[in-house]
C-alpha cells in the first residue's frame, strides 16, 4: 500500500495519510484484499465499514445503455445489461444481471444494485428499447434523470410495422436521427412523408428529441460564415448555432474558426470525457466481473442456497432452431458457386 502526503506522530506511526494504490497478488482473494486494507489504515470494523468501488465510472461520459437479452444456454434466462461509452467510442460493460424473465421487479432490483455500485453522476441520462419496465424503473430509481430512445430500436420497429421503401427510409431516418437542427429534422421528415406518411406520424407519436440530437440554444456571440450559410457560435458557453458544438462536447468547424480568429488554444473546449488521462484513468484499475471458478470466494450463506434454473413457459408450436433474421440479413445476394473453365454455376470446376 503506498501512502503518502501523511505524518508521523508521537507513537511513531503514520497518521492523516492518502492512499495512492494498493498492489495485491493476482490471485488474491476479496477478503485478503479487505483483510489488509483494514490492517494498514488500522480500522476498527466495528465502528467502520470498508466498501471497495470502481472509480473508472468517474472518467467516461454518463450515458447508460440498458438492455435485456435472452439467453440460450441449458437454464435459459434473461440477461439484463448496463454498458456506457469510453473516450474512444468503444462500449465499456458496466454490469449485468440473470433473470427469469424481463419485468418491472427485475429491472428495479438491477437499477438498484446499479445505483449502490455506481451512484449518480451529474448530467446522467439512460437509453433504452422503450421497454416498459425499463422506464418504470429507472424513473423510481433515478428520480429525475432523463430517459431517451435508442435510435437503432426505433428502426427496427419501423422496419417490421411498414414494408415499403426501406433502403431510402433507412437513410433518411438514421441522417435525421444525427441531425443538429429541427430545420434538417423538418426537412428529412418531408420527404419521408413522400415515402410513406404512416412513417411520419410514428415518428412523431415517439417524440424527435428522445432519439435525436436536437435541442435549444440562444446565445450567440461570433458570427461564422461557411459557405452562403451563417452560424452563431458563442464560445463561452460552448454552443454553436449548428448544435454540434453543444451535444457532441468537440469543437464544431464553426468554433474552431472562431477560436482561430481569436487566437486561443482549443484545449479548454472540449469534454474531458475525451481526454486520454480520461481514458488511461477509465481502465486504470482492472476490472476482471469473473474469474475462474476456483478463486471465487463465495460466503457461506451463498453456498448453501439451493438456486433453481428459471422458470420458463413453453411457447406454443414447433421449437425454433435458427434464430430470427434482421431485414438486411434477408435480403442480402447469397454467393453462387460457379465454374472456374466454363462460368456455369452450380459446379466450381
Not at 482549443?266 to 484499475?285: A, D, G, V
Request: aromatic letters at 12%; a neutral charge; one cysteine or more.
Amino acid at each position: 500500500m503506498l501512502q503518502l502526503n501523511g505524518r508521523w506522530d508521537s507513537f511513531g506511526r503514520y497518521v492523516d495519510f492518502d492512499v495512492d494504490r494498493i498492489v495485491v497478488i493476482e490471485d488474491s482473494k476479496y477478503s485478503q484484499l479487505n483483510a489488509t486494507i483494514v490492517e494498514h489504515l488500522m480500522i476498527d470494523t466495528s465502528v467502520k465499514i470498508i466498501e471497495i468501488k470502481y472509480t473508472g465510472w468517474e472518467h467516461y461520459r454518463p450515458v447508460i445503455a440498458d438492455d435485456g437479452t435472452f439467453l440460450k444456454s441449458a437454464y435459459r434466462g434473461i440477461m439484463l445489461t448496463a454498458n456506457t461509452m469510453d473516450a474512444t467510442g468503444s462500449i465499456l460493460p458496466l454490469a449485468c444481471a440473470v433473470v427469469d424473465s424481463e419485468n418491472d421487479a427485475s429491472w428495479r432490483g438491477s437499477f438498484e444494485q446499479f445505483k449502490h455500485a455506481y451512484g449518480e453522476k451529474l448530467n446522467m441520462c439512460i437509453v433504452s428499447d422503450r421497454n416498459e419496465s425499463i422506464l418504470k424503473a429507472s424513473s423510481t430509481v433515478y428520480t429525475g434523470i432523463p430517459h431517451y430512445a435508442c435510435m437503432w430500436h426505433i428502426w427496427t420497429n419501423v422496419r417490421s410495422k411498414f414494408k415499403k421503401g426501406h433502403l431510402k427510409l433507412s437513410e433518411l431516418y438514421f441522417a435525421m436521427a444525427r441531425s443538429y437542427t429541427l430545420d434538417e429534422i423538418n426537412e428529412r421528415m418531408s420527404t419521408i412523408e413522400e415515402i410513406d406518411t404512416r412513417v411520419k406520424a410514428y415518428l412523431y407519436d415517439i417524440d424527435s428529441h428522445k432519439w435525436s440530437r436536437v435541442r435549444a440554444s440562444t446565445d450567440y456571440i461570433h458570427t461564422v460564415i461557411d459557405g452562403v450559410k451563417r452560424f452563431i457560435v458563442c464560445l463561452q458557453n460552448k454552443r454553436c448555432s449548428c448544435r454540434q458544438f453543444l451535444l457532441d462536447e468537440l469543437l464544431c468547424p464553426h468554433a474552431l474558426a472562431a477560436l482561430r480568429h481569436k487566437n486561443k488554444s482549443y484545449e479548454n473546449y472540449y469534454s474531458p470525457y475525451y481526454t486520454r488521462e480520461s481514458l488511461l484513468q477509465t481502465y486504470e484499475i482492472p476490472v476482471d466481473p469473473l474469474p475462474d471458478e476456483r478463486k471465487w470466494d463465495v460466503p457461506q450463506h451463498i453456498a448453501e442456497e439451493v438456486v433453481l434454473p428459471p422458470t420458463r413457459k413453453r411457447q406454443p408450436g414447433r421449437p425454433q432452431k435458427q434464430r430470427y433474421k434482421p431485414y438486411d440479413e434477408i435480403n442480402v445476394k447469397k454467393y453462387k458457386v460457379s465454374c472456374g473453365n466454363y462460368g456455369q454455376e452450380g459446379h466450381n470446376k
